[in-house]
């Protein structure tokens, strides 16, 4: 009898993405580090500096979470304004038009979960002028972290 697993190709084992999320939010400086992409979802972690914001945008196919970890803003869903500060979870489905503006005096500390992904993986703008001179270089092109 011959054995056929050593002819069959293993699955390679995913590590996924295992941190103190809390700790690598409050600790970054850039205004966009994507942390771990996914086929399905994708982890970025954001700073906007005081008066700063992401920018209007719609994702027509993509759902998004935020989850606010230092400092104070607004979100805005389809013209409805609300306060953000520590601890507040926000969650953005797909097709809302939407922004994040940064109304305190002290950095705004996040991260962002896409579903699906929308940054090319290991991306890293450490501004705000930055992200937006390099958007359309660095949108998702289906690799994956792993």
Known sequence: MTDSSSTLERPQTKRGFVGDIEEQTCANTDFRRV?????????????????????EEVHEDRDQFFRFEEGSGVVLIDGKESPVEDDFAVVVPAGARHNVRNTG??????????????????????????????????????????
């Not at 942390?35 to 920018?55: C, F, K, W």
């Open 35 to 55: 942390l771990y992409t996914g086929q399905h979802l994708q982890l970025v972690l954001m700073t906007l500096q005081p008066g700063e914001e992401i920018g």
């Open 105 to 146: 005096d002290r950095p705004l500390k996040l991260y962002t979960v896409y579903g699906p992904p929308e940054h090319k993986d290991g991306v890293v703008q450490a501004t705000k002028e930055e992200a937006d001179r390099r958007h359309h270089d660095e949108e998702w092109d289906g690799g994956t972290t792993e």
